[in-house]
């Protein structure tokens, strides 16, 4: 049974954060907000949370395309190729609605090593940025996908919990979410490619 936990973005709970952090140390998945669409997450380090967020998707987790949310850009060297050009454009757009295709580097985690590129996101969503900082590592994350193809994706938390129950440890409830996911941009060629898009302003790139 999921728990669904209240969390306000202006000012998010120490104490409702560490309970967030605690159930992803332990390997748990989490359904949280972001500046999008809500996400399912966990650690990056548990290879058993990642294999069971890979079974809910569908797909093999070596192949899977899910994206790292990470909390700011100094840490990102460690599983990024990264560029001045690149770096740039990153510093430009984020934290904001966007995921960037980067070159992966060689620290990835071992289940990633296969990768060549990953995607990254950092979110202007307090509540999602808090939870990282306190990890202290970044979340590999993937869209709450809906079965309705006019919605898309489910805005309301408690319509999510009420679905997820069974299948993610804690949902945490943000407020309403957007229906709207977030720009994906391939920056492992000359020049940025639009990919997706979705939320956020394309006349930065």
Known sequence: MAELLRVYEENPSPKAIKKIVEVLKNGGLVIYPTDTVYGLGCDINNTAALEKIAKIKGVKLEKSNFSFIVE????????????????????????????FIL????????????????????????????????LGNPIVSTSIKDDDEVLEYT???ELIA???????????DGGYGDNVASTVID?????????????????IF
């Open 155 to 157: 805005t309301d938390p």
């Open 72 to 99: 700011d850009l100094s840490n990102l060297s460690e599983y990024t190729q990264l560029n001045n050009q690149n770096f740039k454009i990153l510093k430009r757009s984020l934290p904001g609605p966007y995921t």
């Open 162 to 172: 009420e679905k997820w129950n069974k299948l993610v440890d804690l949902v945490v």
């Open 187 to 203: 920056l492992t060629g000359e020049d940025p490619v639009v990919v997706r898009e979705g939320k956020g302003d394309l006349s």
């Open 103 to 134: 070159p992966g580097s060689n620290n990835l985690p071992s289940v990633f090593k296969k990768k060549k590129t990953v995607g990254i996101r950092v979110p202007d969503n307090g509540i999602a940025k808090a939870i990282v900082q306190e």
